[in-house]
């Protein structure tokens, strides 16, 4: 079955980098894209980009865009999103997601927890 | 920000049938497909309805999904103290070139 397995929590300080991994397993990792999307603590849900996992091609969200960077290592089955120069508001936990045939973010990981505090 | 409008709340007593609106533009619900998410506290959430009025597989015929122009609706019926959670719809947004997500409705089984 579709899988995906996300790295731990995170704390970071204002200004810095965070990076968190997904990791795919249950099908062909090549084969379909995967979304970020973000939930701050009490809030809706903020889709954040896209990635194709086989091209490596990449689409943002206007707001985020310049400081998100999404990736990909093939041969291990991960995709990674790397957020910089964070803000407090960056506060989240963040979730990577599989599409399915049509395109719709279907398959969730379990979340990852980034905290921006000083 | 939330492209797509939900009411914040809805409610209901078991066995009532509960309806929560999603409002979008041509942009978005007018020119793509619908989907529902449920999210149960402390959960990723669940995909409860794709491609406007699909159901997965495990996911009871109580809940159903309709669209019209560029609104949607997700219905429950026969509400069940387990379907309270956040329900949210999503859609893919043709000038945004990204995925947009509804305001997000939490339901409430009195």
């Known amino acids: 079955q579709v899988q995906l397995v996300q790295s731990g929590a995170e704390v970071k300080e204002p200004g810095a980098s965070v990076k968190v991994s997904c990791k795919a397993s249950?099908?062909?990792?090549?084969?379909?894209?995967i979304n970020w999307v973000r939930q701050a603590t009490g809030q809706g849900l903020e889709w954040l980009g896209w990635?194709?996992?086989?091209?490596?091609?990449?689409g943002y969200a206007q707001k985020i865009q310049g400081r998100l960077t999404m990736t990909r290592n093939t041969s291990i089955s991960t995709a990674y999103m790397e957020l910089s120069s964070l803000r407090s508001e960056d506060t989240a936990v963040y979730y990577c997601?599989?599409?399915?045939?049509?395109?719709?973010?279907?398959?969730w990981g379990q979340g990852t927890l980034v905290t921006v505090s000083s | 920000q939330s492209v797509l409008t939900q009411p914040p709340s809805a409610s209901g007593t078991p066995g009532q049938r509960v309806t929560i609106s999603c409002s979008g533009s041509?942009?978005?619900?007018?020119?793509?497909?619908v989907y529902w998410y449920q999210q149960l506290p402390g959960t990723a959430p669940k995909v409860l309805i794709y491609?406007?009025?699909q159901r997965p597989s495990g996911v009871p015929d109580r809940f159903s999904g309709s669209k019209s122009d560029t609104s949607a609706s997700l219905a429950i019926s026969g509400l069940r103290s387990e379907d309270e959670a956040d329900y949210y719809c999503?859609?893919?947004?043709?000038?945004?070139?990204?995925?947009?997500f509804g305001t997000g409705t939490k339901v409430t089984v009195l």
């Open positions: 997601v599989r599409v399915d045939g049509s395109g719709t973010p279907y398959y």
């Open positions: 999503a859609a893919w947004d043709d000038s945004l070139s990204g995925h947009v």
């Open positions: 249950g099908y062909t990792f090549t084969s379909y894209d």
């Open positions: 491609r406007n009025n």
């Open positions: 041509s942009s978005n619900i007018g020119s793509s497909y």
């Open positions: 990635m194709n996992p086989y091209s490596g091609n990449t």
